[in-house]
């Protein structure tokens, strides 16, 4: 039985995750802010007994490294590790208000991802050692990662930051026989998404996207952008000349700000 922690567990990607792991017949560790959606959650999974809630800010690290241990022991160790939670606002650095809004996106996409993996390392090790399966971190990214989208300045550079985030660790930590594996996920149809007014090519359903993101993890593959389609856009994107690029991208629709968004609550 495969041993899975998630962050940002109660909704989105996460839950989708949550609810494909425990299909499969893993022992799932759930990680979020919210009790009561991460309960309502684990009473809808197949056999809840199995499973764990941590109701964990991923910024409070301390927390954060006591529930990744208290699961270690409850499951008697740990095979994968998804540091899925992370927020999206759009920002303008010139705009008052937003480099607060910045460092709390960093914070919780870049250093929240190095802090999940962290307690879980040291037995990754072990346990690969004594030559069992190997052990994989997996870091959440984004096809926002790869280019810098305007008007998404903190959530573009937090996500390229997790990619090379997870590339050196991916080398680093090659010897041990643990895996990391990046998954850039492109569009998919979940509350974080459903807020853009503007056309999102090749919208996927948080489901399907699991689905995949379960094979790809069980393959250990480093890298993997999904859906398939926007594999081939984000090729693209890395090939563009800057000036290209610059032309192509100057008018693009920008995703809400955190105010804009409280307003419309």
Not at 87 to 112: C, K, M, P
Not at 115 to 133: D, E, N, S, Y
Not at 206 to 223: E, K, M, P
Request: aromatic share 8%; charged share 20%; hydrophobic share 45%.
């Amino acid at each position: 039985m495969q041993r899975v922690f998630i962050t940002g567990a109660s909704s989105g990607l996460g839950e989708a995750l949550a609810r494909e792991y425990a299909r499969q017949g893993a022992c799932v560790g759930l990680v979020a802010r919210r009790a009561e959606r991460l309960q309502a959650l684990l009473a809808t999974l197949p056999g809840p007994a199995r499973h764990a809630i941590y109701p964990v800010d991923v910024n409070d690290h301390a927390a954060l490294a006591a529930a990744a241990d208290d699961f270690i022991r409850q499951a008697g160790g740990i095979d994968v590790v998804v540091a899925n939670a992370g927020i999206s606002y759009g920002t303008l650095t010139e705009r008052a208000g937003d480099l607060e809004v910045f460092r709390q996106i960093v914070d919780t996409n870049l250093l929240a991802t190095a802090a999940t993996f962290a307690p879980f390392i040291a037995t990754m090790k072990m346990q690969a050692a004594r030559g069992g399966p190997a052990p994989r971190l997996v870091g959440i990214a984004s096809v926002a990662g790869i280019r810098g989208l305007p008007g998404a300045e903190a959530y573009s550079a937090s996500k390229a930051a997790v990619i090379s985030y997870c590339e050196s660790l991916r080398v680093e930590l090659r010897r041990h026989r643990i895996r990391v594996v990046t998954i850039a996920p492109g569009y998919i149809d979940t509350p974080m998404t459903r807020v853009n007014s503007y056309p999102m090519p090749f919208l996927m359903t948080a489901d399907r996207f699991a689905r995949q993101a379960v094979r790809t993890i069980g393959a250990g593959r480093s890298y993997a952008v999904i859906p398939w389609q926007m594999r081939g856009v984000s090729w693209l994107l890395r090939l563009l000349p800057n000036w290209l690029y610059d032309a192509a991208f100057a008018r693009a629709p920008h995703k809400p700000s955190r105010d804009q968004l409280n307003a419309s609550e």
